[in-house]
């Protein structure tokens, strides 16, 4: 008898089960839904800008907009965009990751055509210190001291660790790395594995690993300078060092073509990447840490947001395209630099 | 009697199939199709494909770390786990009633909460976790030691119930009469209570072994996940899936898959063939 | 009982005991839920009311939920076919129930993702059904469901091993059909393992974490679990909401398998009396 009840239940619960996953889906004209992939970084300034955006498309247009968000790695963003999560947009560490939705067919549009060519914010590699900076970090030859505990996300599923690894060997390619000689890979490779034999903890993640820092992990936690700022904010005491020479991290924005039609709107989905770069939008990515593309409000903030002594680009190695096979492909410099310093223990 | 059990019996055919078909079914599509998935996956390059991905650095570090975590923490719940037991069964004491449910803890609580917890406990900002690793330089967070606690805790129940029921059938009065003819205490135990209490010490140490080296919920938070020093076989197929390796990911998947069923194959043989109870 | 006289080396065994489990698992409880109280009571409840948290804690339970019930009945029923029947094969699915027991969570999400990914071999299938299920709740489901298969079928097999089968024939003599046989006969007998085995499954599908990040994603409101909201609020530094949510999925779980244990217990008891 029970049996009998229990198949009955089942028979019942599987439409059910199949009405929950379709039904979602269903846009009537007064309700929307925009699914938002980002990565770690800038959740807090999109906790801001998501209700000032629905505000703005209810008084224009009537329509109520709701936001589903998830926010991972930016590599891992991006693989699980590809392997089927439909994220109408999507807001990245690098382009890379953008590229890679690109090349699976998900977008079919430019997305770098366009005054900021896809870009919406910027940051800096830098590092995160100890309240008081005891161990005298100022610059990048300091993170060879011996005994130094350095943090820094995986390159593996983390945008952030991919900028931070390129800003180290770029520093030190430059010749701005104290007694690296420029434009010589075998010393910058070689100091590469100096910094690299002081890794304490590799996170997924650059906010995992500024958290881990937070804990009391470390010494130093190599990050985004806006991951720092925003820690601060928190009311953490840590201390923001920039080091001379660092690189310059631009993080896209782009609708995801496939996923918008098939969802039936890309007009707002459209709209909310408009707006992102309007000046309300860019102030508060600025209060929470990230330097803006929109030069009015770059210009504002120069006090929080120093200039850099030596600044440069994913065009210094080349593009993404050249990094990742020679940086971190697999027989990149990256990939060798980490198996020796380990390896080796 | 016989008529109606025969005419049962009969019956049964058509009903005995309509039982399996189902169980059948549902065997095959949630094991059956998903292993044969991963398998076709990570042989995709063959045999030599796969090899190649279980032999790179990092990889074959990551599963050597889970093996040796697992097999000390297997060797010291076995040890705690048979102390625990003994001490369970023959002795009152109070608070013993509280002891004894403590032990099925670990066996509700989600694993990222053990994780989450033992970093709130052992992490090097807290009180315990600050004093271990600053006064004796002895790091349990984000070092192998985390690993070992947090597989420790998951895994402790195992060992633990297996050998309260075998213990407790035990007769006493054959460690009676060892003593009577002299055998000291740990004599005794060793020739007359550990004997009997060797399949159920195996079968469930065999157990509590192959649930740790897939554990992934509590390692993941509180190892560290340092390629090539902290990073298990588990954590290390995360990264393998995110970073688009997936031949990396299936490779050692079926690997960790292929030394969990020959444990698991292996304590079964050892409760069938010995009739421990579980 | 078997109690022995205690000489100073036992007391010395049962502080080691006592020391080791209060060290292992007793004081991360009580450091959970320090935590937790940090910010005092008002902190703890204004967590637990937060929608997000509940959202969570009620798509954890909806799984959990669906999942017990499709392991009761099939899972009743593996255990009934491996005991009572023989076909090919039968031994080889004996010892591949174990495995999701010992396969590492992430494993199970790839392997779904795999299937179900959007290069996956079910995905067009899928596709033309309007039927999501990688990055939605069917996929989590799936991933729970795989990971929790073994505790139901290894509750029920002992018991069904020895149930009673002359009462089964004797029923059958007195002319009972077999669903009477099996409502009234067997049914009982089994009644207890099958609580216990629910618990079980119950909480081991609450605390699902690794498969359910594979497959889910963690989309805020739509595919997170109570686990998933843990993990999103210690990378949002809303730990006491973490700590908070720990709390109350661990103490959840723990009551309902402490419940079962107990009406084990009872139900045993009152076997044993029955049958003498």
């Known amino acids: 008898m029970k049996k009998i009840l229990n198949y009955l239940v089942i028979i019942l619960i599987a439409p059910l089960l199949a009405s929950c996953s379709a039904g979602v889906e269903t846009q009537t004209n007064d309700e929307v839904s925009l699914i938002l992939g980002a990565y770690t970084t800038p959740r807090e300034a999109y906790g801001e800008i998501i209700p000032l955006f629905q505000e703005y498309w209810l008084s224009e247009t009537g329509q109520k907009v709701t936001f589903e968000e998830s926010y991972l790695g930016s590599g891992a963003q991006s693989r699980a965009v590809v392997e089927g999560f439909e994220a109408d947009i999507v807001a990245l560490s690098l382009e890379a990751d953008v590229n890679r939705i690109q090349e699976a067919g998900l977008i079919t ?9 896809g870009m919406i914010t910027t940051s800096i590699v830098s590092f995160a210190v100890r309240e008081g900076n005891p161990k005298n970090i100022h610059d990048w030859m300091d993170l060879t001291q011996p005994g130094l505990e350095i943090l820094t996300p995986n390159p593996n599923t983390s945008g952030g660790a991919m900028w931070n690894v390129l800003a180290l060997y770029g520093a030190a390619l430059r010749g701005k790395v104290d007694g690296v000689p420029g434009d010589d890979p075998q010393a910058a490779s ?97 209060q929470h840490g990230l330097r803006v593309v929109n030069p009015d409000v770059a210009a504002t903030t120069t006090e929080l947001y120093p200039a850099v002594e030596d600044l440069f680009t994913v065009e210094f190695f080349g593009g993404w395209e050249n990094i990742m096979v020679d940086i971190f492909g697999e027989e990149g410099v990256y990939t060798q630099a980490i198996l020796q310093v380990q390896g080796g223990e | 009697m016989e008529r109606s059990l025969a005419q049962s019996e009969q019956k049964a055919g058509l009903s005995q199939w309509l039982l399996r078909l189902p169980a059948i079914l549902y065997l095959c599509i949630m094991i059956l199709v998903p292993l044969i998935v991963i398998i076709q996956d990570g042989f995709r390059e063959g045999l030599s494909g796969l090899w190649h991905q279980i032999t790179l650095p990092i990889a074959s570090h990551a599963i050597l770390l889970t093996l040796w975590t697992s097999a000390l923490m297997t060797i010291i719940n076995a040890v705690m786990g048979l102390v625990t037991a003994y001490v369970l069964v023959r002795y009152d004491f109070p608070g013993k009633r509280i002891l004894n449910a403590i032990i099925d803890l670990p066996l509700s609580i989600p694993t990222l909460v053990t994780g989450v917890m033992l970093v709130m406990l052992y992490g090097p900002q807290e009180a315990l976790g600050g004093f271990l690793s600053e006064r004796i ?27 309260q029921p075998v213990l407790e059938d035990l007769d006493l ?22 004997p009997p209490l060797t399949l159920p010490i195996l079968s469930g140490s065999l157990l509590s072994f192959s649930r740790a080296v897939g554990e992934f919920g509590a390692v993941v938070i509180v190892a560290g996940n340092i390629p090539l020093k902290t990073q298990t076989a588990a954590v290390y197929v995360l990264g393998a899936v995110e970073s688009e390796n997936r031949l990396g990911a299936s490779a050692v998947s079926i690997l960790l898959i292929v030394i969990s069923l020959l444990v698991l194959m292996a304590a079964n043989a050892i409760e069938k063939h010995w009739g421990v109870h579980r | 009982m078997k109690q ?63 999942v017990v019930l499709v392991q009761a009945v099939f899972g009743s029923l593996t255990a009934w076919i491996i005991v009572r029947q023989e076909f090919p094969g039968k031994s080889l699915f004996n010892n591949l129930i174990d495995l999701p027991f010992a396969l590492s969570p992430v494993v199970v999400g790839y392997m779904l993702l795999l299937l179900f990914g959007r290069n996956g071999l079910l995905y067009p299938l899928l596709e033309s059904l309007n039927i999501k299920v990688a990055f939605a709740v069917p996929g989590m489901f799936l991933a729970t469901l795989f990971v929790s298969l073994p505790f ?31 409502w009234r006969v067997i049914f009982p007998q089994m009644k207890s393992a099958l609580i216990y085995g629910v618990s079980l ?71 044993t009396i029955k049958s003498i």
């Open chain 1, 109 to 117: 549009h430019d997305w770098k055509a366009g005054e900021y060519k």
């Open chain 1, 190 to 286: 070689d100091f590469l594995c100096e910094v690299l034999s002081n890794l304490s903890v590799m996170d997924k993640a650059a906010r995992d690993s500024i958290l881990n820092f937070e804990m009391g992990i470390g010494d130093l936690a190599i990050t985004y300078e806006n991951e720092v700022l925003v820690g601060r904010q928190t009311g953490k005491t840590y201390e923001l060092v920039i080091p001379t020479s660092t690189i310059l991290i631009e993080n896209p924005v782009t609708v995801v073509d496939a996923n918008v039609d098939k969802h039936g709107i890309r007009e707002v989905a459209e709209a909310f990447v408009n707006f992102l770069y309007t000046q309300q939008a860019q102030e508060i990515y600025a």
């Open chain 2, 137 to 163: 330089g002895f790091q349990i967070i984000f070092a192998p030691p985390g690993i070992v606690l947090a597989l420790l805790f998951i895994s402790f129940p195992f060992v633990v119930r297996n050998i």
């Open chain 2, 173 to 194: 009065s054959q460690e009676e009469a060892a003593v009577t003819l002299g055998a000291t205490p740990w004599t005794t135990f060793r020739k007359v209570v550990l």
């Open chain 3, 4 to 66: 022995k006289k205690k000489g100073w080396g036992a007391w010395i065994l049962i502080m080691l005991v006592v020391s080791y489990m209060g060290l292992l698992i007793v004081a991360p409880i009580f450091a959970l839920i320090k935590g937790a109280l940090q910010n005092g009571i008002a902190a703890v409840w204004h967590s637990i009311t937060s929608m997000a948290l509940l959202n969570s804690l009620f798509l954890s339970l909806k799984i959990a939920l669906l």
């Open chain 3, 152 to 182: 139901m079928i290894r509750e029920m097999l002992p018991v069904i091993k020895n149930l009673d089968r002359q009462q089964e024939y004797a029923a059958a003599t007195l002319g009972a059909n077999r669903w009477t046989v099996f």
């Open chain 3, 201 to 271: 499954t119950l909480a081991r599908a609450l605390g699902e974490f690794g498969a359910v990040l594979v497959i889910g994603g963690g989309v805020q409101g739509r595919t997170e679990t109570a686990t998933l909201f843990i993990f999103r609020s210690i990378e949002e530094r809303q730990n006491i909401e973490a700590y908070t949510a720990s709390i109350l999925l661990g103490a959840f779980s723990v009551l309902i398998v402490s419940l079962a244990d107990r009406f084990k217990n009872i139900h045993k008891k009152k076997q």
